[in-house]
C-alpha cells in the first residue's frame, strides 16, 4: 500500500515543481498505478488543479496537457478524429473505459513503462514531449534520455500531417497487457516501433533505412518484417519468451506494413 | 483532513486521511452499493461518476474529489428502470457486480451510445463471475435501445 502524509493539489506547475524538488513527494496523475506500488512519501503532489487539462488545436499540430485523461482520445472530438482515429484505436485497448477516465498523459508517458500502448503509438507520429525544467524532446529522445533530476511532464505536442498508420498487438486477453505491440506509420518515410519487448517501445531504425526510398510490396514487407524482428532486442518474462517475442514481433509488423502499403 | 464532496446531490464533509481510497471512504460513510472486487481496478464493481464520468473508486485517492461531485447506484434515477431488465433478462446471479455495471451502463445511455461495438469497448471493464454475459447482454441492449 502506498502512504503518505500530506495531500497537496498545486494551483500551478511552478509550485508543484517546487514542491517535488525539496520534499520527499511524488507526483500524481490518476493515480492508478501509483496506488498499486508499496511505498512511504511525505507528499503526494496532485496535478489536477494545476490547470494541465487542455487539448488545444493551433494550426497543424494538437498540444495535450499531461492531465488529460485517455479517454479522451475515444471522446474529445480534436483527438478522437487525430490519424483518422489512430490514437482512438489505441486508446481504446488500454484496460477498461473506468481506469481510462482517470489514467493520463503524463502517467503514460513519464515513467516509460515498457507494456505502454500508446508510448509505441505516439512513437511513429510527430510528436514533443515538454517538460517543465528540462525542455522540450521529440518523444523518441525522451524514451533514450535519463533525466538527470526529477522534473513534471507538462505537455505533449502531435503534428498534424498525412500519414497512413497501424496498431497491431497481441495479448493473452482483450484485457490484458500487450504482449507485444507494433506500430507503423508511413508518410514520405515509414516509421516501425516495437513495445512491450518487454522493455519500453524502440523504432527500428536500420530497416527504416532499408525501407528509405522504396516502394512497398509483398516481398519487401517480408523481408523488412524479418529485419525488425532480428534488429529489437526482446527478453523474456513471465508474459512470454524472447524467441517467441521475436516471432510475433514479425508477423505483426508484417501484417502492419501490408496495412499501410 | 476534511473534504467537501456531494454525494448523490448531497453536500457532505467527510474526514479523511491523506493517503484514503474514495471506495473505502465511501464505504466507511454508508455507501455499501459501491463494492470491492478486485482493488487493483480491473473488475469494474467499484464504479461510481466522478463529476458525470465512470471511474473505478478503488483507484483514485479520496483527497482528489474534495470540491467534486461523487453518484453512485442510489443517486441514478434510470438505475431502477435497467435493474429491472436486468431481472427480467435473467441477468443476475449473485448481483454483486451489478451496482458497477448500472453506473456505466446508466452513462453511456446519457452519451446515447447504441452501436453494439461501441457499448462492448465501454464496458469490457464490468466483469462478472456468474452470468456468462449472455443475459446480462439482452438487459443493456434493450435499455440502450441498441440498434440492430
Ligand atoms: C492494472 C493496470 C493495468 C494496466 N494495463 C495497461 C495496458 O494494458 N496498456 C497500457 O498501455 N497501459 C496499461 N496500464 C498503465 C496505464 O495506462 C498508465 O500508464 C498508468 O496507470 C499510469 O497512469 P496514471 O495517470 O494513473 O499515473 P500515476 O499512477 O499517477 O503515475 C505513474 C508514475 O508517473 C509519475 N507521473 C504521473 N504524471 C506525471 C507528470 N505529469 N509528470 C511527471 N511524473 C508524472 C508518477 O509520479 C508515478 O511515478 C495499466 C495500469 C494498471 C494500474
Ligand atoms: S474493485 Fe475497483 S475495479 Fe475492481
Ligand atoms: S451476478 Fe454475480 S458477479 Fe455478476
Known sequence: MIKFKEYIKPKTIEDAYNLLTTKNAEIIGGGAFLRLSNRKIDVAIDLIDANLNFINEINDSVEIGSMVTISEFEENPVLSKLYNGFLKNVSETVLSFQMRNIITVGGTLYPKYGFSDLITALLVLPTEVYLYKSGKFSVEDFLKTRLEHKDILAKIVIKKENLKTSFQYIRNSEYDFSILNVAVSKGNEVKIAVGGRPAVAQLAYKTMQFLHGKDLNEEIIKEAAKMVSEEIPFADDIKASKEYRKKVCEALVKRALLEVM | ?148
Open chain 2, 1 to 148: 483532513m476534511k473534504i467537501n464532496v456531494t454525494i448523490n446531490n448531497e453536500k457532505k464533509e467527510l474526514e479523511i486521511a491523506p493517503d484514503d481510497i474514495l471506495l473505502d471512504v465511501l464505504r466507511r460513510y454508508g455507501y455499501h452499493s459501491v463494492r470491492r472486487g478486485c482493488d487493483t481496478g480491473m473488475c469494474g464493481i467499484c464504479t461510481v461518476l466522478l463529476d458525470g464520468k465512470p471511474v473505478p473508486s478503488c483507484s483514485i485517492f479520496a483527497a482528489r474529489v474534495d470540491g467534486h461531485e461523487i453518484t453512485t447506484v442510489e443517486g441514478l434515477p434510470e438505475a431502477k428502470e435497467l435493474a429491472k431488465i436486468l431481472a427480467e433478462e435473467g441477468a443476475d446471479q449473485c448481483g454483486f457486480c451489478s451496482p458497477g455495471l448500472i453506473v456505466n451502463t446508466v452513462y453511456l445511455k446519457k452519451l446515447k451510445i447504441k452501436k453494439i461495438e461501441e457499448v462492448k469497448i465501454k464496458l469490457i471493464g464490468n466483469l462478472c463471475r456468474c452470468t456468462g454475459y449472455v443475459g446480462q447482454h439482452r438487459a443493456i441492449e434493450k435499455f440502450l435501445g441498441v440498434e440492430k
